[in-house]
């Protein structure tokens, strides 16, 4: 059974950072795509970041070219979402997802971010950018 599990999440200050991890169970996270998407208050979820290791192929929105960046530590099976300079319009719960390496695999592009191409998912983190 595939599980995802977000932490990390809370309050942060405008232009600060924040790192939190997806970990996963029942699937090797090194040979699955994994994307994170996030919803913020009265709006549609939407695509941040993806990674597919299997074929070292990462897509990121527009919105955090720049300032996002995905991590991994194969030794704890976890992908971690980097979030600098963190601002306002940020805020949002964040969630991670995984499915075939395939849907952010080389020449996808940022149809790697559609959202019904994952099938399994994490409960979401809240992060809040505030003053």
């Not at 979820?45 to 996002?68: E, L, N, P, Q, W």
């Amino acid at each position: 059974q595939v599980q995802l599990v977000e932490s990390g999440g809370g309050s942060v200050p405008v232009w600060g950072s924040s790192r939190p991890p997806c970990s996963a169970s029942g699937i090797t996270s090194a040979y699955y795509a994994i994307g994170w998407f996030r919803q913020a208050p009265g709006k549609e979820a939407g695509g941040v970041f993806c990674i597919s290791a299997s074929y070292g192929s990462t897509y990121y929105a527009d919105t955090v070219k720049g300032r996002f960046t995905i991590s991994k530590d194969i030794a704890k099976n976890t992908v971690y979402l980097q979030m600098n300079n963190l601002r306002p319009e940020d805020t949002a719960v964040y969630y991670c997802a995984t499915d075939d390496p395939r849907v952010c695999g080389p020449n996808i592009g940022t149809r790697g971010l559609e959202l019904y191409k994952y099938d399994h998912w994490g409960q979401g983190t809240q992060v809040t950018v505030s003053s």
